[in-house]
T-cell receptor, first 112, second 116 residues
């Protein structure tokens, strides 16, 4: 069965520091992978997505993610975090039936 | 990009009443819409999938008589929480997808339901 694991429930970083949020998936075929960000009380905003091709994907707000098939991972990175990046981040995989499977989310706190 | 709206953005109701939440795809036709529920500090849980003109498919454990879903047109799906109780208080998010084969889902901003 498809599943997504985000091992880090909560991460705290200082403003200006680099960030990496981990995501591991379980899926038999080539996955479609997504990262979403959710601010408190808001819906989901798509940061980036991977369907095929280049395994390093660039997204909005300076985020990028790298698909590593051998590690079944799709980690999200940002070289320099801004205070406005504080939010909840969700990784998701889509199966051939086009159903989304979300991870449990990682809450990011940014220290000034 | 494709935009999905939800109305209302938040609603407070008394226990026992029914509440309707609308989900609209503003600039595309959505053959399939999805309804999710999200509890505080938790991930999104798929409640049901609705295809235009047909009955919704509910996930295991979701009461179809309590959460009525109607997808009457290619741009509108509604979720009605019937006889709401405090435990139904949650954040409800819809998403919409246009066509097959795979097309990206676009998420609405969510509706906060509080049942007193």
């Amino acid at each position: 069965a498809q599943s997504v694991t985000q091992p880090d429930i909560h991460i705290t970083v200082s403003e200006g520091a680099s960030l990496e949020l981990r995501c591991n998936y379980s899926y038999g075929a080539t996955p479609y992978l997504f990262w979403y960000v959710q601010s408190p009380g808001q819906g989901l905003q798509l940061l980036l997505k991977y369907f095929s091709g280049d395994t390093l994907v660039q997204g909005i707000k300076g985020f990028e993610a790298e698909f590593k098939r051998s590690q079944s991972s799709f980690n999200l990175r940002k070289p320099s975090v801004h205070w406005s990046d504080a939010a909840e981040y969700f990784c998701a995989v889509v199966d051939t039936g086009n159903q989304f499977y979300f991870g449990t989310g990682t809450s990011l706190t940014v220290i000034p | 990009g494709a935009v999905v709206s939800q109305h209302p953005s938040w609603v407070i109701c008394k226990s026992g009443t029914s509440v309707k939440i609308e989900c609209r795809s503003l600039d595309f036709q959505a053959t399939t819409m999805f309804w999710y529920r999200q509890f505080p500090k938790q991930s999104l849980m798929l409640m049901a999938t609705s295809n235009e003109g047909s009955k919704a498919t509910y996930e295991q454990g979701v009461e179809k008589d309590k959460f009525l879903i109607n997808h009457a047109s290619l741009t509108l799906s509604t979720l009605t929480v019937t006889s709401a109780h405090p435990e139904d208080s949650s954040f409800y998010i819809c998403s919409a997808r246009a066509g097959v084969p795979y097309n990206e889902q676009f998420f609405g901003p969510g509706t906060r339901l509080t049942v007193l």
